[in-house]
C-alpha cells in the first residue's frame, strides 16, 4: 500500500510533509518515503546519506523475480536520529525522471506489503511520468499554500485526479501560510477533506533537515502528527498485532517526537488550528509571522 504526496505548484511543501509524517506515524507499520519526483531528488544531500542504493536501484530491479517488499527494503537508507528509511532519488533531473518512469510502469515496485510507502512525487500533473503512480495509490495527498492561487491549482489537480486518474481517496494539506482559514478551505474543497496544516517553523524544519527528528512540543510536530493520525485511521493496519502499543511506543521514541507520556487523543482538526484573533493561517498557528521559505 502507498500515498502519493504531491503538490500542484510552488509552496507544497512535499518532501518535509512526507519525511515529517513519516517520523510521527502513529502505528507500527513499516512508512519509509521514496522520492519520486522526476524534477530530481533532494534527500540525499538534505540528509548528508551515504553513497547507496535508491530510486535507481529500485527501478532497475523490475523483473528480479524477488517479491516488491523485499526489494524496497534493499533500496532504502535510513535518516540517522530520526529512524525515517527512505529511496532517494538522484540529483540529476534526468536520470531522476528516467527511474520514475520505470517504477511508474511497475507500481508494485513501491508496495510496502504490510506497510505503508510515502511516495514524494514533486510537483505533480496530468502527463507527468509519476501520474501512473498517483493512479494505482491508496490515496493522494496534495500539498497547497493557503493563497488564491495555490488553492486554485490544488483544486484544479485534485478534480483531474477524480477524473483523469480515477483517485477516489484525496486529501487536502494546507502548508504555511495565507489569509485563509482552514474552515474556509474546507468549505471550498468539500467533498474533499482537509486534513491539517503544516505550519512553515525554520527551527523546526532545520532540526528535521539534521536527521535528528521533530522537537516534540513545536508546531510543525503537532501539525503532521495530526496529518499522520488522520491517514493511519482512514488506512487502517490490514490486521491488528498483540505487540502494536509496544511497537507504537518505540516508533515515536525512536523518531524523537516524545508526548512525555501517553500519547494525548487529537484535538478537531479545524479548530485547533484557527487563529484566535484575526483568522488568517499563520506560519506557527497563533497569528505570529515567521520569516524565512520552505
Known sequence: MNIVVCRAKTGGWTTTTAVAVAACWPDPRWTPVVEADPSGGSLAARFRLPAGPGLVELAASAGSGTADAAVLR??????????????AAPVSPRQASAAVTAVAAAPQRVDAAAGLALLDVGHLAPGSVAWP?????AGVLVCAPPTLDGLAA?????????????VS????????????RL???????????VIGHVPFELRAVRV???????????ALTRGVRQIAEHLA???????????????????LARSAVSSGGSRPAAPAYLEMYDPPDEGALSSNGHGHRQGGRA
Open 74 to 87: 534493499s533500496c532504502v537508507r535510513r535518516v540517522p536520529g530520526c529512524g525515517v528509511d527512505v529511496v
Open 133 to 137: 503512480l498517483a493512479a494505482a495509490a
Open 169 to 180: 481517496r484525496r486529501w487536502l494539506v494546507v502548508c504555511g501560510e495565507g489569509p485563509y
Open 183 to 193: 474552515r474556509d478551505v474546507q468549505q471550498t474543497v468539500d467533498p474533499v477533506p
Open 233 to 251: 485511521r482512514e488506512l487502517p493496519m490490514p490486521s491488528a498485532r498483540p505487540d502494536a502499543q509496544t511497537t507504537t511506543t518505540s516508533v
Open 208 to 218: 528535521l533537515a539534521t536527521g535528528a527528528g521533530l522537537p516534540p512540543r513545536s
Open 154 to 166: 490544488g483544486i484544479g489537480l485534485l478534480d483531474e485526479l477524480r477524473d483523469a486518474a480515477g
